[in-house]
């Protein structure tokens, strides 16, 4: 059997690459591409823990999660595709363009 | 610890995923950087096989792989953007990549093997104990739909 401190390692180093991706890049495709990475280090969590505990719910919570973010997903990027054909790019920079 | 072939086999995923997961963050171009993506959700479909969660790594394979990844896609090739030369060459580790993962998810996993915890009764166990939950995911999924699809035709929605 595997560690189980050895996958939350490995899921917190996921976490904190997708951080990094938010915080490093400013287009607006590669902060979703670390909000998913983020995600799946969270999936991995739940998954880890429901196969360590013999308990079904963190696999349910895994699924319920994984179709949750599929649809912010798709939201993000129907914000995005309408923001870059507004300003002609989606770099975030440009959002300072938005203050009321 | 034994470092056995199911060790082995998780060792080996974590360092594709580590490596994948680090390609993602120094690729410059977001093409590159969704390629990568779509490499570390096939690893972790991978993981959730090892982990005995197949319905799990077969949802991240359809819904991830199949759906986000090409939604991503269309996505970046819409928007403009400036080409650099990339620091890492896609068409030489993108087969590697794909190759140690796919000879890793067909060597590891049991085939007719039950894991611990039955995964059959999946569904019942959904309806059962999650049915107001699953009507919530359902609304959001249609009013997502529907946002979405008004958000892109409507020009004048404000943001």
Redesign the interface.
């Known amino acids: ?3 189980y401190s ?2 939350v390692y ?1 899921s917190t ?2 976490f904190a ?1 997708g951080i ?2 938010i915080l ?1 890049k400013k ?4 902060f ?2 670390g909000i ?2 983020i995600i ?1 280090a969270a ?2 969590n739940f ?2 823990g ?2 360590y505990l ?4 963190g ?2 919570y ?3 999660t ?10 993000i ?9 507004r300003t ?3 770099l975030f920079s440009s959002l300072r363009n ?1 203050r009321g | ?1 034994e470092l056995g072939l ?2 082995l086999g ?1 060792l080996l995923t ?1 360092l594709v ?2 490596i994948e ?2 390609a ?2 120094m690729s410059r171009r ?1 093409m590159h ?2 390629l990568f ?1 779509f490499l ?2 096939l690893t ?1 479909a991978a ?2 096989i ?4 197949v ?2 790594a077969l ?2 394979l359809l ?2 792989n199949g ?2 990844t090409i ?2 896609t269309l ?2 090739s ?4 400036e080409i650099r030369a990339p620091r890492i060459k896609p068409d030489i580790i993108l087969p590697l990549v794909a190759a140690v993962i796919l000879v890793f998810m067909i060597s590891t996993y049991k085939f007719g093997n039950v ?3 039955s ?1 059959t009764s ?1 569904g019942t ?2 309806l059962s ?2 049915g107001i ?1 699953l009507l919530v ?1 359902m609304v ?2 249609i009013a ?2 529907l ?2 699809t008004y ?2 035709s409507k ?1 004048d ?1 404000g ?1």
């Open positions: 059997m595997i560690d050895w996958i490995l180093f996921l690459l990094i991706n490093v287009d607006g495709i590669n979703i591409i998913e990475m799946n999936l991995i998954v880890s429901s196969a013999l308990n079904e719910n696999a349910v895994a699924l319920f994984l179709v949750v973010a599929a649809l912010e997903t798709t939201l990027v129907a914000l995005l595709l309408l923001y870059s054909s002609g790019g989606a938005l | 610890m199911e060790v998780f974590a995923m580590i997961g680090i993602v963050v977001p950087s969704i993506l570390l959700l972790a993981l959730f090892e982990l005995d969660a319905v799990l949802a991240e819904i991830y759906g986000i939604l991503l996505a970046a819409i928007e403009p953007e894991s611990n915890f995964y999946l166990f959904i104990g999650y939950l995911v959001m999924s997502a739909a946002s979405a958000m892109i020009e929605v943001i």
